[in-house]
Every structure is written in C-alpha cells, then in structure tokens.
C-alpha cells in the first residue's frame, strides 16, 4: 500500500535505501509542529506519511500535532508574517522554510462588510462576506494545494495530480507550472468551460474522465495503488491529512481580521464538508491557544448545498447519522460530491455548535450570486450563490439569528462560471452613439429637452 513508508513507494535496490534515510526525524523537521497522523474514528496514531485511512478501522486520517510546538505561536508572531497563509505556517503541518515551498502564495483575502447584503436578507447585525475568489487562481483551492504539495515535495513525491471538480483542477495545474513539476489532473468531462480552459492553459496532463465527480475520485483511489502512480501525490487521495488543513487558514484569517475574535455565526459552502469542519477546528485551535476570544455564547456553523447535490442537509435535517450517497444534479458543480468524505464530522460540527444546514435549488442559486454582486460588488461562482441563499433561507426560517453578527464564504470566482447567469446578465440599454438615441434610450430626462442632431 502506498505510504507504508515515509514518503512514496520506492523499488527495491538503491531507492530503497533512499526512503530508508527519510527517517520519521527528517519528515518531522520537515512537517513543522505535526506529530502524527490520528485517525478520526477510532483514534489509532500513524507515523506522518502520506496515508489517508486507518488501517484498523478504515477511519480517515488527521494531522495531529505537538502541543508544546503550538503553544510557542503569538499573535506577534503571525503579525509579523507575510501578507498570505504562510503567517500560519507555524500552525500547519509544513516546514518553517519558505524556500522549502509549493506555493502561489495564497491567502490574506479580503474580508468585505456587507451592510447592504444584511439588510436584503433581513439580518440587523454586521455581516461580512470573506472573498476567496481574490486568490491566484480564484478559489479557496490555493489553500488546501498549497499547503498539500508543500507536504508531498517534503515527503519525496515528484508528481502532482488530483480528482476534481473543477477548482482544484485550476490550482494543482498551476501550482504545478509554478514548480516546475509534472501534473495530472483528473475531471468529470461535462465540468464548465470556464474550468476546463483555466486548467488546460497551465500545461500539463488534463483527463478527461466520462463519469461523476464520484467515479473520478474513485478512479484516482485505484491509480494512487500503481506503480506508475508511485511517486504522485494525489493532493485529495494520498495527502489528503495535509491537504485538508490548508482550509483551517480561512477560520484563521477571519478570526485575526476581526481583530482575534471569532465571529457567533459562520455560513460556509460543502463539497465533501472537509472546509466547514476546518473553519470550526480553526476556530477551536485559536481559542485553545489563546489567540482568539470565543463571542459569548459560542459560535453556531451553518452548512450550504445545492439542492441538487444535497446529501449532508438531508441527513441533517432527517436527524440521521446515516449519509445517503446521492447521484448529484444541477449548476454547482464545484459542490456536487455525492458521497461526501467528511460528510459525518460536518454533521457533527453542526450540531454540536448548534447551527443548522440550507439546501438552494438552481434558480435561488442564480438569486443569490446576483444578489451578492448588487449588494457587494463580488461577483461569486455558483458555489457564492449557494451560500448567500442558503444565508437568506436560514434567517427566514428562523435558523439564523439576525442580531448576531455573521460571516459568509464566497469561496470561488463568477468569471468561471459565466453560463450561470449569463442568460439574465445583459445590457440594459442599447443606443447608437449619438446623444439623440441615448435620450430615446430614457438616459437623458424628459423628451421635451431638445437634442441637437451630433
Ligand atoms: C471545493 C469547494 C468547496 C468545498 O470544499 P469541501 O472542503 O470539499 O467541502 C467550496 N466552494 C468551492 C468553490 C469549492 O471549489
Ligand atoms: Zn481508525
């Protein structure tokens, strides 16, 4: 099984005396303050190592880390960072060294008040919208492959490759470009053309696979077992334990932008549900350490699907444990995961915060990202338009609490997915150039004033 070493597979013969000198010290210097990997379910400890489930219990695998490591981090300290995630470096299981990096530098994005968004969808508190479509390739992507590649360069991988829905097909291509490294990047083939050509242009292998979003990350499970995939990291499959805390960076963020406070309510977007349960466990890890002030009763995280693709809201709102794979369908499709890996502890980061999930079917999604644009000036993906109109269902219904000062994730870029709203985003007027047609157009006040021919 890949991973059973430090690092990739390696033949027999001198490479293996190689990965016999990666000894656990060396990854350990080279992955920062993580100690080990724990697994979620059971609890089982594995050496770090790019291994994503438990062999006991086929649990999936987290980056667990040295207390001590940890407790030496400050405000100052983080303060005193670069302008992008590596202020947190010191928090995430990677080297001190920048050079040591795979990285487009991302992070550090803006964090909007939305004044006029709180008031459309009925909410008397400050709401902010945290913008991650201002990373380099336009969606909170960056982060987790960042953050993952940086670990695979560390634990001896070679090439880079992922199963995605559409954004991180854009970052592992480019992250990849950037080093100078070979890529192979897996999609569904009816993905849109916005992200197909924003990952075709950086090189590198693009597949096209006829099938799911949950058939290709099968697909990617199987290759990861082959030779010839030995020395890939597939950011999501076999790095998966660092990939997923590249997202703690997005509840960093907003804690220390908030001036160290973690805001009472939080509306994130879900995929496989790995960003929602971060953002809780970011906020948990700040408040442990001391770095951040909890508000007074808590803070409540609040889930958003499309209802297309809506398996972990449904289970939520029937009171199940019990995640029902669903065969996803509609505009979202950088959130249509079927069988949703961190479905489970999304569900239990929900309940025990006390939040609650939405579900948006495809015209609200349209209403949301137009809603978003006009009251904001951010133009957000699909995903965007889940989330905002996931935010105005749970204030409607009486989920939300409207006096309690809210964050929502716009977690991807609007230029990707144009068709979207394409059919309703039109010009408003059409004149010839002349000051006479402008005036026909109702541009220029009453029709009595006289316009002289131009
Ligand atoms: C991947 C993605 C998400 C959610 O990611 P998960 O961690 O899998 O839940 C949200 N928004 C956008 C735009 C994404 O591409
Ligand atoms: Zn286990």
Redesign the pocket.
Known sequence: MAGANSGPRHDRGEDERNASRMTVDTVNQATGPARALVCRGCGAEYPLAAQHACWQCFGPLEIAYDPVALAAVTRERIAAGPANLWRYAALLPVAADPAARVSLDPGWTPLVPAAALAAAVGLRAPLWVKD?SANPTH???DR?VSVALTAARALGFTRYACAS????ANSVAAHAARAGVRSTVFIPADLEPGKVVTTAVYGGDLVAVDGSYDEVNRLCSELVETDEFADTAFV?VNVRPFY?EG?LTLGFEVAEQLGWRIPPQVV???????????IDKAFSALVELGLAEPPAGGWRVFGAQSAGCAPIAAALQEGTDEITPVRPTGIAK??N?GD???GPY?LAAVRRTGGWMAAVDDDEIRDGMRLLARTTGIFA????GV?VSALRQLVAGGRLDPAAETVV?N??DGLKTLDAVAPTAVPTHVVKPSLRSVQAAGLLGEAERVIRES
């Open positions: 991650d969606s909170f992507k987790v829905t559409g954004n991180l999501n997923a997202s994130v977007p879900m995929a496989s549900g790995e960003l929602l349960t971060k950088s959130l995961i949703p890996a961190a999304a993906e699909t995903a965007g989330t994730f977690t991807g």
